[in-house]
């Protein structure tokens, strides 16, 4: 009981509420009890679906963000490769129409990385 009245006022109303909720499943006839078994069954049922169609979709949406990174990636690396190879061409002394022959690429494109 000591430990009880130096509890916060919220802490002694939960433990309270708690006790409250036992008593009065105590008191239930048996359909009753039946009955809320079965509701406490239906909504923890519930929770669960929910909680396993966050979980399934998160992963999905994880999946889907990394194969869209993964496809950046190559990308960026294809495009920066290329911006490599013109600069060493253009080093080289090869003209725009050269380098874009070689790299079967437009002259257009060619310019960009200029």
């Known amino acids: 009981m000591e430990t009880l009245e130096r ?5 002694q109303n939960m433990i309270f509420g708690r006790l409250e ?3 009065n499943l105590n008191s239930l006839s048996r359909q009753e009890r ?3 078994d079965e509701s406490l069954k239906v909504y923890r049922d519930g929770v669960a679906v929910i909680e396993y169609a966050v979980q399934r979709g998160r992963k999905e949406g994880m999946e889907k963000g990394m194969q869209k990174g993964i496809e950046k990636g190559i990308e960026k690396g294809r ?3 290329l911006a490599a190879n013109i600069h060493t061409m253009r080093n ?3 003209d ?3 380098i874009a022959r070689y790299l079967a690429i437009s002259p257009d494109e060619v310019a960009k990385y200029f």
């Open 7 to 11: 509890m916060p006022f919220k802490a």
């Open 21 to 23: 909720e036992v008593c």
């Open 34 to 36: 039946l009955n809320y």
């Open 79 to 81: 495009e920066e490769t």
């Open 92 to 94: 080289a002394g090869l």
């Open 96 to 98: 725009a129409s050269t």
